[in-house]
C-alpha cells in the first residue's frame, strides 16, 4: 500500500496538499467539514502525524457556571499545566467544534455527560484524556478520575458510627456514568446490609435536594450521604429547619466544599476528591503522550476522609 504522505491523502480526497498539511498540523483557515475529512483519511491511511508545539491545552468543560467540584477541580489543573509551561483554555461543551479552528496539543475532557465530546478520537489525532467522565472508557478515551468505589469510604464509615439505616441522596443518573457507579455501590451496600435499595435512596437535581426529607424521614434513616459537593449543607438546613438535630437524630455526610462544610453548624464530615494528585496525574499522562508518544493510560485516585461533627461518636 506504501507509506501514507500528505500528498498521497491530497489525492485520495482530491484536495490541495497545502490544505491537507494545514489541517494535519491544527492551523486555521480550513472548514471543519473539511478538516474532519482529511484527519478521518488521515487515520485509517495510517499516517504518522508529526510533531505538535502550540503548548496550547483545550479543556472541555460542561459550561461556564462552576461549583462544587468544578471551582477547585479547575483551580488545581491551572496550576499544574503551568508548573509544565502548558496554557489552558478553556472552551464550553456548546462550542466544541472552535476546537477545529485552533491549535492544541491535547484535550482534557471534564465533560461528564454523553455528547459530541465522544466524537473526539475521530476528529482531533492529538491525545485527549477524560477527567472524571467514565463513559470515555468505551469510546477509547483515557480516563483519569476518582476511585471507582471511594463512596463505600464514606457508606461503611457511617455504618461504623452506629448508623444502621443509611439514606443516598445521589446526583440524576441520566447519561451521567459517575452517578451510575455511585449508584451501584449504594446498592451492594444495601444488599450486604440488609437494607431496602429503592426506599433508601433518591436521585435529584440540585434545586430539589430539600425535597427529599420527607423521604428520609419515611426511611427511618438515621444516616445520610450526600453524593454531591453542593448537596450536603443544603439538605442539612432543611433538617436544621424541620427541628432535626444533627448529628444526634440523623448524621449526616456529603462530598468535600470546603466552604460550605465548613461554614455549616455542625462542620459536615466528607469525602474528598484528590483534586491536585488528578490534575496531576491528568496533567502526567497527556504530556507523556504529547512529548514521548507514550499511549494514555487509566487511572483511578483514592478519596480522602475529613472527619468533622456531624456524624456521631461511635459507641
Not at 85 to 96: G, V
Not at 121 to 150: C, D, M, Q, T
Request: glycine share 4%; aromatic share 6%; net charge neutral.
Amino acid at each position: 500500500m506504501g507509506k501514507a504522505t500528505i500528498r498521497s491523502i491530497a489525492k485520495k480526497l482530491n484536495i490541495a496538499p497545502a490544505t491537507v498539511h494545514r489541517a494535519l498540523s491544527g492551523c486555521g483557515s480550513v472548514a471543519l467539514s473539511t478538516r474532519r475529512r482529511i484527519i478521518r483519511c488521515a487515520n485509517e491511511s495510517g499516517y504518522i502525524l508529526p510533531e505538535r508545539n502550540s503548548r496550547n491545552i483545550a479543556v472541555l468543560v460542561p459550561h461556564f457556571r462552576f461549583y462544587g467540584y468544578m471551582t477547585p477541580m479547575l483551580s488545581a489543573l491551572e496550576n499544574v499545566l503551568h508548573e509544565h509551561h502548558y496554557h489552558l483554555q478553556l472552551i464550553p461543551e456548546a462550542d466544541i467544534d472552535v476546537l477545529g479552528d485552533h491549535m492544541f496539543d491535547g484535550i482534557i475532557s471534564m465533560v461528564w455527560q454523553e455528547g459530541k465530546v465522544l466524537t473526539l478520537p475521530r476528529e482531533y489525532p492529538i491525545p485527549i484524556v477524560s477527567l472524571n467522565s467514565a463513559f470515555s472508557v468505551s469510546e477509547n478515551i483515557s480516563l483519569v478520575a476518582s476511585a471507582k468505589h471511594g463512596i463505600l469510604l464514606a457508606l461503611n464509615y457511617l455504618k461504623h458510627h452506629n448508623c444502621r439505616r443509611v439514606f443516598f441522596v445521589g446526583t440524576l443518573t441520566e447519561k451521567n456514568p459517575i452517578a451510575l457507579e455511585r449508584l451501584a455501590d449504594f446498592r451492594q451496600f444495601c444488599l450486604e446490609n440488609s437494607l431496602d435499595f429503592d426506599r433508601m435512596h433518591r436521585s435529584v437535581a440540585a434545586a430539589e435536594v430539600e425535597s427529599v426529607l420527607p423521604d428520609i424521614l419515611s426511611a427511618g434513616a438515621d444516616g445520610v450521604f450526600c453524593a454531591s459537593e453542593t448537596f450536603a449543607s443544603r439538605l442539612g438546613k432543611a433538617m436544621l429547619k424541620h427541628g432535626i438535630a444533627i448529628p444526634e437524630d440523623i448524621s449526616l455526610m456529603g462530598m468535600e466544599d470546603e466552604v460550605s462544610n465548613t461554614s455549616f453548624s455542625p462542620p459536615i464530615t466528607a469525602i474528598r476528591q484528590d483534586f491536585e494528585k488528578l490534575a496531576q496525574c491528568t496533567v502526567e499522562v497527556l504530556i507523556q503522550a504529547i512529548e514521548k508518544r507514550i499511549p494514555v493510560k487509566n487511572i483511578r485516585v483514592p478519596y480522602t476522609l475529613i472527619e468533622r461533627a456531624s456524624v456521631r461518636k461511635k459507641d
